[in-house]
């Protein structure tokens, strides 16, 4: 899933480069988007580039691969998510609750999408299964929910392409906690939480990619991770 504006950004690279053989400026990316400045490019690209969509290489001006295109099913359009401009107060998700615990002593947790940068949790609130898992593994007491990650941004941490992360939902987070933020009200990211210099810094656990440095009004906390399940 890709919001509306990754998906013109998307197709608007691809657009040039078949018919250029060079991606547009970040300046024409901010015109054809209207966006008000590249700080919003920037993050879109890096957005793109995380959920594998696409490749910037190194030591050169303007060079951005397109690696794939979304996914179409079979007489659809790519689904498409509409993030709309951020609300004054944003509300924080509302992941469907946990169901019943099993007599095994685990829990149905709902797994509600995928976690990358780009994809906003609100947007992704259908749940698409439920996975069982171990009541000891959950953070204490409240509400959680599980996602699917995308991408490698997270790989240093342990957390790889393909892993379910069980996410306890709160607003507030440490310095060092992995949490799911959503930036601007927008899109999300799973990213190491730090307050820095009056900033908030969304580290990611692979050198590829940069630290992202936010003001605290751009940044809402939406849970805090303290889970993992892997498939072999």
Same mark, same amino acid.
């Given at each position: 899933? @890709?919001?509306?504006?990754?998906l013109?950004?998307l197709?608007?690279?691809d657009a040039?480069?078949?018919?250029d053989?060079?991606p547009?400026?970040f300046?024409?990316?901010?015109?054809?988007?209207? @966006?008000?400045?590249k700080s919003g490019?920037?993050r879109?690209?890096?957005?793109l580039?995380?959920r594998?969509f696409i490749?910037?290489l190194?030591?050169?001006?303007r060079a951005i691969?397109?690696v794939?295109?979304?996914?179409?099913?079979?007489?659809?359009v790519a689904?498409v998510?509409?993030g709309g401009?951020k609300p004054?107060?944003?509300?924080?998700?509302?992941p469907?609750r946990?169901?019943a615990?099993?007599s095994?002593?685990?829990?149905?947790?709902p797994v509600m999408?995928?976690?990358a940068?780009?994809?906003?949790i609100?947007a992704i609130?259908?749940v698409s299964?439920? $996975?069982?898992?171990?009541?000891?593994m959950l953070?204490?007491?409240?509400?959680?929910?599980?996602l699917e990650?995308?991408?490698d941004?997270?790989?240093?941490a342990g957390?790889?392409?393909?892993d379910?992360?069980? $996410?306890r939902?709160?607003?507030t987070?440490?310095?060092?906690?992995? +949490? +799911?933020a959503l930036v601007e009200?927008?899109e999300a990211?799973?990213?190491?939480f730090r307050?820095?210099r009056?900033? $908030?810094a969304l580290?990611?656990?692979?050198?590829?990619?940069?630290t992202?440095? @936010?003001?605290?009004?751009?940044v809402?906390?939406?849970g805090?991770l303290?889970g993992l399940i892997?498939s072999?």
């Amino acid at each position: 899933m @890709l919001t509306r504006k990754q998906l013109e950004l998307l197709e608007l690279i691809d657009a040039r480069m078949k018919r250029d053989g060079v991606p547009p400026s970040f300046d024409e990316m901010k015109d054809a988007l209207n @966006l008000r400045s590249k700080s919003g490019i920037h993050r879109l690209i890096t957005a793109l580039e995380e959920r594998g969509f696409i490749r910037r290489l190194a030591h050169r001006a303007r060079a951005i691969e397109v690696v794939r295109m979304p996914e179409m099913a079979e007489g659809r359009v790519a689904r498409v998510i509409d993030g709309g401009a951020k609300p004054a107060t944003p509300a924080p998700a509302a992941p469907a609750r946990a169901m019943a615990v099993s007599s095994s002593g685990s829990m149905d947790l709902p797994v509600m999408g995928r976690i990358a940068a780009g994809t906003p949790i609100e947007a992704i609130s259908e749940v698409s299964h439920h $996975i069982a898992v171990p009541g000891s593994m959950l953070g204490g007491k409240g509400d959680h929910y599980a996602l699917e990650v995308r991408g490698d941004s997270m790989i240093e941490a342990g957390i790889h392409d393909g892993d379910i992360v069980v $996410i306890r939902e709160q607003t507030t987070a440490d310095n060092g906690d992995i +949490v +799911v933020a959503l930036v601007e009200g927008q899109e999300a990211t799973l990213k190491r939480f730090r307050r820095q210099r009056g900033m $908030i810094a969304l580290e990611a656990a692979n050198p590829a990619y940069e630290t992202r440095m @936010l003001r605290d009004d751009q940044v809402q906390v939406q849970g805090r991770l303290v889970g993992l399940i892997r498939s072999y």
